[in-house]
């Protein structure tokens, strides 16, 4: 059986290892509150920001999670952020091979976010 990761693998994604504390989507942890009627979040996404300009940043998990989270802070109190991915990278330790999205989402549980312009990731990296 093909691995469900593997086309991710080797892009900047580690699969997580599962452990029994770990929180599943849709596993039922948490409480189901439907906050996009019609599943259209296109009015929420914030500014498009490249993972890749000079150097390979293998940072698409910290990305991908302050992309989240800056559509879920516009969705829910009106208030456009940007946070600075190459922090929560820094501090989820990522390297080359990228990271897995649970180490990543406890490096911000842990160590918060800042704004963008407090670590940039600006054109002359």
Known sequence: MENKFQKYIGKGFKEPIITPDNYILGGGQVPQVVLQ???D???NLPKEEPQLKNTETWNCTAFGMTNAIEVLMFRLFGERRNYSDRFVGIM????EGGNDPH???EAIRKHG???EEMLPFSDDI
């Open 113 to 115: 976010l800042i704004p």
């Open 41 to 43: 979040w296109t009015e």
């Open 103 to 105: 180490t990543v989402c």
């Open 92 to 95: 989820a330790g990522t390297k």
């Open 37 to 39: 009627e019609d599943s």
